[in-house]
């Protein structure tokens, strides 16, 4: 039989006090008139003796917190007794004066591997879920209808008398000494001066009281935040990001570009290329140098699998592009079939359809390597993850002039740091550096 | 494409593989004039000949080493074993020879011999026309062990194990020769030994099979779907050695809960290596315990009517099952 515990009116013009201390905590047996808690109001302390014998259920109104007389303070029943109905919701039980929050576990009283993770990975309280399994067990299910629900939410069944009281006297005490401070002059009320601050100054009871009768502006609540759900294509990357990482052992090798050849070419050629529709662009010389770099170091254009290490024949270059809301990876299939020009203008278009979304299905499939341009957001160099299952990825940072010392002079050459992410389980540093040395010697060198 | 019947779709099968490929030939006991027991090799004796279509003495351990010389001497033999449960016999040429030769020889020899057999019971066949014996040759290194469940499946494998240079056992599923029909292409198709086939996709749990076990398993999917909204996965596990890890694995990690039902007894039945997989590398993903749900030890399918119903695993006890594992 489960008793409630009221704040008592006491004293007439009185109409709420505050708890000071708790002097027994949920889960502590009590004995009735035995001394509960001690609770302060304008006119008197005292003590407010249990109304039953029993175990303390819940405590509901933590220390320092001032409730209307009348307000639950805490629920006495029987050990393990549950609060509400047959299987009550962990949300009842609001505040535990010890820290401690009620136990909720099933009978079997386990957490099964999944839900274990679940609970470590989103950082939840496993006694706030309810469970559905077998004995009250919490299953995978029921931490993802957790995850989906408003937890700050009180859960729709308590009857009124289960909350705590509403309105302008919940509020602890310390926010209206703090408004009642604001409206007399700092340091009114001390002889040398000295301004207090933010405590209570000396003022006649009855005003507080007075004051709170009138309604009063709430306290807009901060909100904490806001979720912005999942797009397919958001899910969709993070899912492709975590499983890259856990199946490849990521290494990234970072090595410098002289462009001045290539910057040099494209200018000479780019009217040329204007001419038959193409733009040419630095990527066209990324691509191209790729294929050549991936020719000298097969390794680099291969796969994992279970019984070897799939080399590919043919190079599917991919190449990712920014669009609205992430990113799409298009693939020049046959790179190695394409001369420069050819290339441009597979990139011209895989771009151009990328961004207005008119790209093919298989377009985006059946790539042996992928090359990322970070640099065009400013970029330096950066560690790219791998586009499973291929056996490493490039990125391209941003060009910048910088100062190169070339035959003991001073020069300034445009350049670029390109980082080759790799995994480690198909080639070993040397052959990621042997593909970055041959991706630099044949930028460098392009004529 | 023609809605045929298990059994027409692996004759298409060999018809297909002997006017294909002049080194295929079909050996086994009464597979030329009778044209098999079950009707397998209906037609191929008169259509391609006493030398391409070979009755048998009745001596298994035979008809499996001269398909294994055969093999290595690079012919493409098709061993049928009438009743799996004969096939003990061979076990030796199977397990000490088949097996071994490629590893051996250091590659230099290999036994491109497929043995086919058909196995499992609910047909009355009592101790020794019931038999599941895949446990014992999936255990073994060298060979591979398919088990089709659909006539699509039955003719695009079996072609994949005639061509497959390994040593391959197809072992079919006869209680449904006849009673499992489906759409077969008429054309040239292999579909590869390895990889699993989800038979039906859902949320809740993960039900892995394969033969009858598979069809069942689908059906007991489909009354929990309607009688109490439970969303079982099926996949149809097609390849028993070496087994889809990745296809069981994926499963287990969106539903959370595996059962895997097998006909064979349940110790050391195929399914009890799903099980150890899944424990092992699914772990950290599980909702609840690796359920297997077979046929109890005993030491033969009895004969009794009712007894071998008790001895069947079948779509009722399959949906128990699975509601038993989505309320843990």
């Known amino acids: 039989m489960k008793t409630k515990v009221i704040m008592p009116k006491l004293g007439e013009s009185v109409v709420e006090g505050t708890v000071n201390r708790w002097l027994k905590k949920q889960g502590d047996a009590v004995s009735e008139f035995e001394p509960l808690l001690e609770v302060s109001t304008d006119k008197v302390d005292t003590e407010v003796p249990a109304p039953a014998s029993g175990v303390v259920l819940a405590i509901y109104i933590a220390e320092g917190q001032t409730v209307e007389a009348g307000s639950l303070l805490a629920v006495i029943g029987e050990a393990g007794e549950s609060l509400l109905h047959d299987d009550p919701p962990a949300t009842t039980a609001l505040i535990a004066t010890n820290g401690t929050t009620p136990s909720k576990s099933p009978v079997t009283g ?163 290329f204007a001419k038959l529709g193409v733009n040419l662009t630095l990527t066209a010389y990324f691509v191209a140098a790729s294929v050549s770099a991936l020719r000298a170091n097969p390794y680099l254009n291969a796969e994992w699998r279970s019984d070897g290490i799939f080399l590919h024949h043919a190079a599917h270059i991919g190449m990712a592009v920014a669009i609205e809301g992430g990113l799409i990876v298009p693939v020049i299939k046959n790179a190695q079939d394409l001369n420069l020009m050819g290339t441009a203008r597979t990139v011209n278009d895989l771009a151009l359809r990328a961004r207005e979304k008119r790209l093919k299905a298989d377009e985006t499939q059946g790539g042996t390597f992928t090359i990322t341009n970070h640099g065009v957001s400013g970029s330096l160099f950066a560690t790219p993850i791998i586009n499973q299952p291929q056996a490493g990825i490039l990125g391209i940072g941003v060009m910048e002039k910088r100062v190169k010392v070339i035959n003991d002079a001073i020069a300034i050459r445009p350049c670029i740091y390109t980082s080759l992410s790799f995994d480690h389980r198909i080639a070993d540093g040397a052959t990621g550096d042997g593909f970055m040395l041959t991706l630099k010697q044949t930028l460098e060198n392009w004529a | 494409m023609a809605t045929i019947t298990l059994i027409d779709a692996i004759r298409m099968a060999m018809d297909e593989e002997l006017a294909r490929d002049e080194r295929v030939f079909i050996t086994g006991e009464d597979v030329g004039k009778r044209g098999g027991v079950f009707r397998a090799t209906q037609g191929l004796y008169e259509k391609y000949g006493e030398s391409r279509v070979i009755d048998s003495p009745l001596a298994e351990l035979s008809i499996v080493a001269v398909g294994i010389g055969a093999a290595m001497a690079e012919l493409r033999p098709i061993c049928e074993i009438q009743f799996a449960d004969y096939i003990h016999p061979a076990f030796n040429q199977i397990v000490n020879e088949a097996a071994k030769t490629y590893y051996r020889s250091n590659g230099e020899w290999r036994v491109p011999l497929t043995i086919r057999a058909p196995y499992g019971g609910g047909i009355g066949g009592g101790l020794y026309h019931s038999q599941s014996v895949e446990s014992f040759f999936a255990h073994v290194p060298g060979l591979k062990v398919v088990i089709p469940s659909t006539p699509h499946d039955a003719k695009g494998l079996l072609k994949s194990a005639v061509r497959d240079p390994n040593p391959v056992l197809f072992f079919e599923p006869k209680k449904g020769y006849r009673a499992i029909k489906g759409e077969v292409p008429e054309t040239d198709y292999t579909v590869p030994i390895g990889p699993a086939r989800i038979a039906r996709e859902g949320q809740d749990i993960s039900v892995f099979a394969y033969g009858m076990m598979a069809h069942y398993a689908v059906m007991a999917a489909e009354k929990v779907a309607r009688e109490d909204g439970i969303d079982a996965e099926v996949v149809d596990l097609r390849t028993l050695l070496p087994v889809d890890k990745q296809a069981i694995l994926d499963s287990v990690k969106k539903t959370s809960k595996a059962l895997v039902v097998y006909e064979d007894n349940l110790t050391m039945g195929y399914g009890a290596e799903v099980a150890a997989i899944i424990a092992d590398e699914a772990f950290e993903f599980l909702d609840g315990p690796v359920k297997r749900l077979a046929g109890p030890d005993v030491p033969a399918m009895p004969f009794n009517h009712t007894m071998q119903e008790y001895f069947m695993v079948n779509p009722d006890k399959i949906a128990a099952a699975i509601r038993d594992l989505t309320a843990y």
């Open chain 1, 110 to 272: 386990h957490v099964t591997p999944v839900v274990a993770r679940m609970v470590a990975e989103h950082n939840l309280d496993l006694s706030q879920i309810q469970g559905t399994g077998r004995g009250g067990r919490v299953t995978k299910h029921d931490v993802e209808a957790f995850l989906k629900s408003d937890k700050t939410a009180p859960a729709a069944e308590l009857a009124p008398w289960e909350q705590p009281g509403e309105g302008s006297l919940f509020k602890p005490t310390v926010e209206y000494t703090d408004s009642i401070a604001a409206k007399s002059p700092v340091g009114a009320h001390s002889p040398t001066g000295v301004s207090f601050g933010h405590r209570a100054p000396l003022q006649p009871t009855t005003a507080p009281a007075q004051q709170r009768l009138h309604p009063v502006e709430p306290i807009p609540q901060a909100a904490p935040g806001e979720l912005v759900s999942l797009t397919p294509m958001r899910k969709f990357i993070a899912e492709h990001m975590v499983r890259s990482v856990e199946t490849s052992p990521h290494v990234t090798t970072v090595f410098e570009i002289d462009m001045s050849a290539v910057v040099a070419h494209r200018e000479a050629n780019k009217t040329e």
